[in-house]
């Protein structure tokens, strides 16, 4: 069976019921002896009565922390009985055999920590043809330059992971310093945990995993040219934040490669897909270049003042 895992769905709107009932249910129906359903409803206490109500297998709580996803997840970390704590987003539908591929590398008492696959689903059905896969994280989706299953990753994308609980406990949880708040577009909470774990256990290892895939939905309204370049300000903006708690060699080390490796050869292979009939192609290596710039100037406002 392997270790114990305490699922954790952190909800804060209405908005996104329908998801959040049927991904809560199609936990449900994954957990094994042991195994249990914590939703974290984040200060609405409406949502909270009908969470309740809907989801009799889950045990619903109230956010006890500061408002935002951080302060969320840590009370379902401190509220989980599990060995393992995974974490799904309230927009995020598992597919068959999510937790037991999360719960397998856990077998290894090496890892510390596994990233899942995020699929993005999209409403409409597809991409909009502008929009670089480099991209994918501006959407909380696995994007380009993410290493295969089983690789090391720094740190997961927070739709779909799992953390070892006591681990998490130990160095104080996720910062409420970093991170979303409702729906501003901020984050780097992952990241910063994920270098809080490595000061206090070198050995520590983060995998990737790329069986049992979430859909992530990714509604009309971040499909748009402004979610993008405010997400891509907003990340720059929060990793400035990062650099300043962490320091800025350990927060932005993956960066750079991703900057100066995975965008240039991105720009060059949209660029390309010209002389094949692509004709958003240039479009999508025009984006990774707003993208980047964008995010650069976020990241050179906060490092100059609040």
């Given amino acids: 069976m392997g270790d114990a895992v305490s699922v954790v769905i952190c909800t804060y709107t209405a908005r996104r019921w329908s998801h959040l009932r049927t991904g809560a249910e199609a936990v449900l ?3 094994q002896a042991g195994d249990e359903l914590l939703v974290v409803v984040d200060h609405a ?9 809907a989801l009799p297998g ?3 709580v109230a956010n ?17 009985r599990g060995t393992v704590v995974a974490f799904l987003d309230d927009d995020a539908l598992p597919g068959p055999g999510w937790l037991a591929a999360l719960r397998a590398p856990f077998a290894d008492p090496r890892v510390t920590g596994v990233a899942g696959a995020v699929d993005p689903d ?3 059905g597809r991409a909009p043809r502008w929009f670089p896969p480099e991209f994918g994280w501006v959407v909380g989706c696995d994007y380009v330059g993410l290493p295969a299953g089983g690789g090391a990753v720094r740190n997961p994308i927070g739709a779909s992971m799992a953390l ?3 681990l998490v406990a130990d160095v104080g949880g996720f910062s ?4 979303r708040v409702g729906t501003l577009p901020v984050g780097c909470e992952e990241t910063e945990l994920s270098i809080r774990l490595r000061h206090a256990d070198p050995t520590v290892t983060m995998l990737r995993q790329t069986g049992g895939a979430v859909a992530h939905l990714v509604p009309a309204e971040r499909q748009r040219l402004r979610y993008f370049t405010s997400r891509c300000y907003h990340e720059g903006r929060s990793k400035a934040v990062l650099a300043r708690l962490v320091g800025t060699e350990q927060g932005l080390a993956s960066e750079r490669a991703y900057a100066t490796r995975i965008l240039p050869l991105g720009v060059l292979r949209h660029t ?4 094949r009939g692509d004709l958003a192609g240039p479009a999508r290596a025009a984006m990774i270049v707003l993208g980047l710039l964008t995010t650069a100037l976020g990241y050179l406002s906060a490092r100059r003042g609040p």
Avoid: I, K, M, Y
């Avoid at 206490?45 to 109500?53: F, G, S």
């Avoid at 922390?65 to 989980?80: E, F, I, K, P």
């Avoid at 390309?272 to 002389?275: E, N």
């Fill in 164 to 166: 070892r609980r006591q």
């Fill in 29 to 31: 129906a994954q957990l």
């Fill in 58 to 60: 889950a045990q619903v």
């Fill in 45 to 53: 206490p409406d949502l909270l009565a009908r969470a309740a109500a």
């Fill in 64 to 80: 006890s922390h500061g408002q935002g996803l951080s302060g969320a997840r840590n009370t379902g970390v401190g509220l989980a």
């Fill in 176 to 179: 409420e310093a970093v991170g």
């Fill in 272 to 275: 390309a897909a010209l002389a």
């Fill in 122 to 124: 999209w409403e409409g």
